[in-house]
């Protein structure tokens, strides 16, 4: 994993209640997860947030990796 990527995220506790966002920004880590997951395109998520930038897009990414590396998180298991 690329740790310059992390240091794009910033946590602090005065700002967005201490939710991970890109450094220097108001803009969630989840949010950005929860467009790409929702089907926006790299494209149009920098056109819809101008301040940032394709390695924010990879930071988020590379910072939600992370997390999942750290703990499991239940999900339905689908029979076959």
Same mark, same amino acid.
């Given at each position: 994993?690329?740790?310059?990527?992390?240091?794009?995220?910033?946590?602090?506790?005065? /700002?967005?209640?201490?939710?991970?966002? !890109?450094?220097?920004?108001? !803009?969630? /880590?989840?949010?950005?997860?929860?467009?790409?997951?929702?089907?926006?395109?790299?494209?149009?998520?920098?056109?819809?947030?101008?301040?940032?930038?394709?390695?924010?897009?990879?930071?988020?990414?590379?910072?939600?990796?992370?997390?999942?590396?750290?703990?499991?998180?239940? /999900?339905?298991?689908?029979?076959?």
């Amino acid at each position: 994993m690329d740790r310059d990527l992390l240091r794009r995220i910033s946590a602090d506790p005065a /700002v967005c209640f201490g939710k991970p966002c !890109i450094r220097g920004t108001r !803009i969630w /880590v989840s949010l950005l997860l929860d467009l790409m997951a929702g089907g926006m395109t790299e494209a149009e998520i920098l056109e819809d947030y101008p301040g940032l930038t394709k390695d924010d897009l990879r930071a988020a990414l590379a910072y939600s990796a992370a997390v999942a590396h750290e703990r499991f998180i239940p /999900v339905p298991v689908e029979r076959v």
